[in-house]
């Protein structure tokens, strides 16, 4: 297991989508680091969990 800490004023969640298939890939970004997540996800729950990372990193900033 590794553990990564991200500010969230300072990261922001990218999400890479393909107009037949959706999401491709999501990844966490700082200025120094990026982090791929979700990889193992099926395209649904992919879905569901952009949806739900996104407003809980709003949330989080504000």
């Known amino acids: 297991m590794k553990t990564h800490t991200f500010n969230p004023f300072w990261t922001r969640f990218e999400v890479d989508r ?20 979700g990889a ?4 649904d729950d992919r879905e569901s969990f952009a949806r739900a990372f996104k407003n809980a990193l709003g949330r989080a900033k504000a």
């Open 40 to 43: 193992f996800l099926n395209p």
């Open 18 to 37: 393909h107009d037949e298939i959706g999401i491709t890939s999501m990844r966490l970004t700082t200025k120094e680091f990026s982090l791929s997540i």
